[in-house]
């Protein structure tokens, strides 16, 4: 159980496209996702938290209108890096918190690597 | 805001030997505490968690302590293995939004055979 899923694992793209990222919790609804960024040797950096059916919560120094958060359902969140360029290129993993069991048990998506050239 | 520090950095052992990881904590009303092991290109999987009313937790050769006092815990490893081997992140829920973790900057375990 409490298994969490990201698509695409890799991507690499063109400096200045943008790029979808979506998280799915497989078989528990979650109430919230959160987005975190991790560079290489680097710490799980916390950008976003997305509560389903409402804005997404920033971190400070997080660009809203740069990485678009939706959480439209219970099971999907999607993370949109726009206009990407090369400093975006990271890891960027998603967790999902359920219904179910300890309200706060963050559990993690395999990630996906981002590289814009 | 809560603030995680994590030490050490990087940590060898020997197969066989015991590992200790430890973390301080900035705000004394966080209450969970959940540590987390990656290997290397793969998502941080939950090995053990501990929450502020009680001081120790156990998991088979995985032991978490709580020194709330002290505002520290710290992560024990017993009998290490080679497969121990990845980098290990403490982390800790702020009071003031308990959806939050705030991460350690991390651990690298080594376990030489």
């Known amino acids: 159980g409490a298994v969490v899923s990201q698509h695409p694992s890799r991507v690499i793209c063109k400096s200045g496209t943008s790029v979808k990222i979506e998280c799915r919790s497989l078989?528990?609804?979650?109430?919230?996702m959160f987005w975190y960024r991790q560079f290489p040797k680097q710490s799980l950096m916390l950008m976003a938290t997305?509560?389903?059916?409402?804005?997404?919560?920033?971190e400070q120094g997080v660009e809203k209108d740069k990485f678009l958060i939706n959480h439209a359902s219970l099971t999907l969140s999607t993370l949109t890096v726009t206009s990407a360029h090369p400093e975006d290129s990271s890891f960027y993993i998603c967790?999902?918190?359920?219904?179910?069991?300890?309200?706060?048990?963050?559990?993690f998506g395999p990630g996906t690597r981002l590289t814009v050239l | 805001g809560e603030n995680v520090e994590q030490h050490p950095s990087t940590l060898s052992v020997q197969e066989g030997d015991s590992a200790v990881i430890k973390c301080t904590y900035s705000?004394?009303?966080?209450?969970?505490f959940p540590w987390y092991k990656q290997e290397l290109g793969k998502r941080p999987q939950l090995i053990i968690d501990?929450?502020?009313?009680?001081g120790e937790k156990k998991d088979q050769r995985i032991a978490v302590t709580l020194n709330k006092t002290a505002k520290h815990f710290s992560l024990h490893i017993t009998e290490t293995q080679p497969e121990d081997s990845a980098v290990y992140f403490c982390?800790?829920?702020?009071?003031?939004?308990?959806?939050?973790?705030?991460f350690g900057t991390g651990t690298r375990l080594q376990v030489f055979p």
């Open positions: 997305s509560n389903e059916g409402s804005k997404a919560t920033y």
């Open positions: 501990i929450r502020s009313n009680v």
């Open positions: 982390a800790a829920s702020p009071s003031y939004n308990t959806d939050k973790l705030i």
């Open positions: 967790s999902a918190r359920g219904l179910f069991g300890p309200t706060d048990t963050q559990y």
């Open positions: 078989d528990f609804q979650a109430t919230t």
């Open positions: 705000d004394s009303a966080s209450n969970y």
